[in-house]
T-cell receptor
């Protein structure tokens, strides 16, 4: 299993700030999923992107799939403490590929 | 979204015993399921790919005789940790692959916390 390069690994910000998480790979994916995981629980699917250049929004979260379907980003606008958690990207191709996760802490 | 369950959610066992963990896709069929383990504050580590009706494919470094996987139906995969030892204590998670036309989506179970005394 190849790793998606996910960055940053850790991020601590104040409530109201914006942030972006990146997932990059040299592989082309048929789809890419973003998940959020809280301690002691399994990852929960946030969104699936399929088409190159696709943009999806989920409240304050904006997900983008690269034109070549090799990379993706998650942008959070005016983050709130409730968004604290571990964010994980996972790409689907001939094999499963996932990032190392981004531990986000939003301080009140 | 699709639902994947795991049972049990927590298990405590004595060293040397075997423990079985079930992973079920409740509202879709999954020809492929995956098993992971996760240590505190670390990322998921893929252990094996479970294929319905055939042998599981294990990642490098994962002992297939230690971690037995059976995918007997399109909605159930089991992971048996044989002769468990304290170092096997971990958080075990499964995911099930749902086919959506030309791509697959992974849905994760809630995880099983294994503690070996």
């Amino acid at each position: 299993t190849q790793l998606l390069e996910q960055s940053p690994q850790f991020l601590s910000i104040q409530e109201g700030e914006n942030l972006t998480v990146y997932c990059n790979s040299s592989s082309v994916f048929s789809s890419l999923q973003w998940y959020r995981q809280e301690p002691g629980e399994g990852p929960v699917l946030l969104v699936t992107v399929v088409t190159g250049g696709e943009v999806k929004k989920l409240k304050r979260l904006t997900f983008q799939f690269g034109d070549a379907r090799k990379d993706s980003s998650l942008h959070i606008t005016a983050a709130q403490p409730g968004y604290t958690g571990n964010y994980l990207c996972m790409g689907s191709a001939r094999q499963l590929t996932f990032g190392s996760g981004t531990q986000l802490t939003v301080l009140p | 979204g699709a639902v994947v369950s795991q049972h049990p959610s927590r298990v405590i066992c004595k060293s040397g015993t075997s423990v079985k963990i079930e992973c079920r896709s409740l509202d879709f069929q999954a020809t492929t399921m995956f098993w992971y383990r996760q240590f505190p504050k670390q990322s998921l580590m893929l252990m094996a790919t479970s294929n319905e009706g055939s042998k599981a494919t294990y990642e490098q470094g994962v002992e297939k005789d230690k971690f037995l996987i059976n995918h007997a139906s399109l909605t159930l995969s089991t992971l048996t940790v044989t002769s468990a030892h304290p170092e096997d204590s971990s958080f075990y998670i499964c995911s099930a692959s749902r086919v959506r036309g030309v791509y697959n989506e992974q849905f994760f179970g809630p995880g099983t916390r294994l503690t070996v005394l």
